[in-house]
Nanobody, 122 residues
């Protein structure tokens, strides 16, 4: 009953920046955690960042200090601002939300977007 659509992916130079957006539809997501995962070729999907009610945020160590997650509940949206991009950041980035009872700070999504491709040239 919720649809997530990502946008903002593309090609960036190493050291450059991109801002990903994810807009939800079908229901309001104000009270639910939202976040991002990524999957690079030949690698398993990994957690990137998440944000919950009260502006509580978590990040995976490799992106701390470089990526910033935020949300705009008026737009039912979550964003991921990525700075200082590295080739290792190249992946398909998936937006996700958890509508089940949350065990925060564990983020265990149950709804996913289709993904947006991020490519980083070295």
């Amino acid at each position: 009953q919720v649809t997530l659509v990502e946008s903002g992916g593309g090609l960036a130079q190493a050291g450059g920046s991109l801002k990903l957006s994810c807009v939800g539809s079908g229901r309001t997501l104000d009270w639910y955690p939202m976040g991002w995962f990524r999957q690079a070729p030949g690698k398993e999907r990994e957690f990137v960042a998440a944000i919950a009610w009260g502006n509580r945020k978590i990040y995976t160590d490799p992106v701390k200090g470089r990526f910033t997650i935020s949300r705009d509940n008026r737009k039912n949206a979550v964003y991921l601002e990525m700075n200082g991009l590295k080739p290792d950041d190249a992946a398909i980035y998936y937006c996700a939300t958890e509508l089940r009872a949350s065990e925060w700070p564990r983020f265990d999504p149950d709804h996913w977007g289709q993904g947006t491709q991020v490519t980083v040239s070295s």
